[in-house]
């Protein structure tokens, strides 16, 4: 594995999507705080840094979808993946290798964001308000879900042999997963009550200091089925993440974990079973 692993980061050190990827990272992220830096002073409203450092996790899925199919799409069009074979390496090694390859250029790219954030928000904004307990324990967590979008992105980009549609499978798949995930969170921030209105029902107008129930409110077994998907889907934890509002700090990565070890072990089922002629 070491060797794959070896022509695996050559490869990537040629690689011009993944450079790409790199510049677009640092660039997007000194664009949004420059932005909003400029906003606050113009609306007269206070931002800090807090809310840009772990941005890089809303762009992740979509990004890693794009590198990945990009970058592992080539395996099958280049006769690479046939090479190896014929070589002598097995085809678990060869899916570690490429799952290994995905997690660190995709890591490599957030870590690129991050120093864009922090090279231009620290002057401007001043450091972090979190705790650096806390602060730690997201960033952890955040490394967890992109290993766990890597793997499901990897699972497509070695069971599918045509790059084309690998492209299109592995973009529409994070860009509905992420979509899931907004639309979840939206009916989890619906308020319990509608206060301060004029609302008129069946005749009645409600003085506005009355409190009325919001029919969208989600409550009880409906709710918490919603929290846990919240929770479990990497786009939900993405979402939390890059707000700096996660509250199940130690349940999250579990979940990621859980998404990261099963996509693997069924990718690498597969895989075995795939026909390569």
């Given at each position: ?6 022509a695996?980061?050559s490869?990537?050190?040629l690689?011009?999507i993944?450079?790409?990827g ?12 420059v ?10 409203f206070?931002?800090?840094?807090d ?10 899925p ?14 099958y069009?280049?006769g690479?993946?046939?090479n190896?074979?014929m ?31 922090c090279?231009?928000?620290?002057p ?6 979190t705790?650096l ?8 967590g955040?490394v ?7 793997a ?6 070695m069971l599918?042999?045509?790059?084309a ?36 029902e069946?005749g009645?107008v409600?003085?506005?200091d ?15 089925v ?27 990565p ?6 990261l070890?099963l996509?693997?072990?069924?990718g690498v089922?597969?895989f ?5 002629r």
């Open positions: 594995m070491t060797k794959l692993i070896s695996g980061f490869r990537l050190r690689s011009k993944f450079w790409l790199m510049v677009f990272m640092l660039v997007i992220a000194m664009v949004v705080v932005n909003q830096y400029y906003s606050c002073l113009k609306y007269g206070e931002i800090k840094l809310g840009f450092v772990l941005g890089f996790t809303i762009i992740v979509v990004l890693a979808a794009v590198f990945c199919s990009l970058f592992l799409g080539t395996e069009s280049d690479t993946m046939r190896k074979l070589i002598g390496h097995s085809r678990a090694v060869i899916y570690l290798s490429s799952l290994i390859i995905s997690i660190t250029a995709t890591l490599l790219m957030c870590l690129a964001f991050l120093l864009g954030v090279a231009v928000g620290i401007l904004l001043g450091g972090l308000t705790p307990p806390h602060f730690f324990i997201m960033l952890l955040s967890v879900l992109v290993c766990a979008v890597c499901i992105l990897t699972v497509i980009c599918i042999s045509n790059k549609i690998i492209a299109i499978v592995s973009i529409l798949c994070m860009v509905g997963l992420l979509l899931l995930a907004i639309s979840i969170d939206s009916r989890l921030q619906e308020p319990e009550f509608y206060s301060n209105v004029v609302f008129t069946n009645t409600h003085p506005p009355e409190l009325i129930p919001n029919p969208a409110y989600l409550t009880g077994a409906k709710r918490a919603y929290e846990y998907a919240y929770d479990i889907l990497p786009t939900g934890q993405a979402l939390q993440y890059s707000r700096m509002s996660a509250e199940h700090l130690w349940q999250m579990l979940y990621s974990l859980a998404i070890f996509s693997t072990w069924l089922f597969f075995k079973r795939k026909d390569l």
